[in-house]
């Protein structure tokens, strides 16, 4: 039982890159979920998804797209990296009702 | 949609003293409260939750308050230890349906030996 799991755990990419972070969890949960994290802030929530085939946008969707293909796996695309999206991502799972909250180990993500 | 708001946004006690850390939300029909710990560099982790049919809910050195009337919950460390410095985050949610959970904006809680 890995939990969430993140890949890759750093990232440099170049303005006007795209890329994909990965999040899987093998625990069945239901709801997934995806936050940045940047210095002396909260958690902010970029997207969201409630099962397979079913997304929503958080707070912060702006430059990410999401998909949910499979209740496992649950990617964040970044479109074309800017530097004010140089932060740290957190993927998060949990049964519906939000009890068991689980974080994978982040992502940190640096536009240059 | 909900709001949930911190306080205090950092927090410096000696070691063995107390610490409290408040937190308020906004939509009446949350009814589950985690608190979360994320030293620094790693993951935020759950370290107690509270269902609202609860008033008080204890931990070893942890506990967490809810008043429903007043739409606010705390957490309540004893004994503070060098290793309860951390981050510490609150966030509320609605467990009735796919309510997403919302996050309050952090407590540093620096723990002086």
């Known amino acids: 039982n890995a939990g969430v799991t993140q890949t890759p755990k750093f990232q440099v990419l170049k303005t006007g890159q795209s890329m994909t972070l990965q999040c899987a969890q093998d625990m069945n949960h239901e709801y997934m979920s995806w936050y940045r994290q940047d210095p002396g802030m909260g958690l902010r929530l970029i997207h969201y998804s409630v099962g397979a085939g079913i997304t929503d946008q958080g707070e912060v969707p702006n430059g990410y797209n999401v998909s949910r293909s499979t209740t496992e796996d649950f990617p964040l695309r970044l479109l074309s990296a800017a530097p004010s999206q140089t932060s740290v991502y957190f993927c998060?799972?949990?049964?519906?009702?939000?009890?068991?909250?689980?974080f994978g180990s982040g992502t940190r993500l640096t536009v240059v | 949609g909900e709001n949930v708001e911190q306080h205090p946004s950092t927090l410096s006690v000696q070691e063995g003293d107390s610490a409290v850390i408040k937190c308020t939300y906004s939509?009446?029909?949350?009814?589950?409260f985690p608190w979360y710990k994320q030293e620094l560099g790693k993951r935020p982790q759950l370290i107690i939750d509270i269902r609202s049919n609860v008033g008080e809910k204890k931990d070893q050195r942890i506990a967490v308050t809810l008043n429903k009337t007043a739409k606010h919950f705390s957490l309540h460390i004893t004994e503070t230890q060098p290793e309860d410095s951390a981050v510490y985050f609150c966030?509320?949610?609605?467990?009735?349906?796919?309510?997403?959970?919302?996050f309050g904006t952090g407590t540093k809680l620096q723990v002086i030996p």
């Open positions: 998060a799972s949990s049964y519906p009702d939000g009890v068991g909250y689980t």
């Open positions: 966030a509320a949610s609605n467990s009735g349906g796919y309510q997403k959970v919302t």
């Open positions: 939509d009446s029909a949350s009814n589950y």
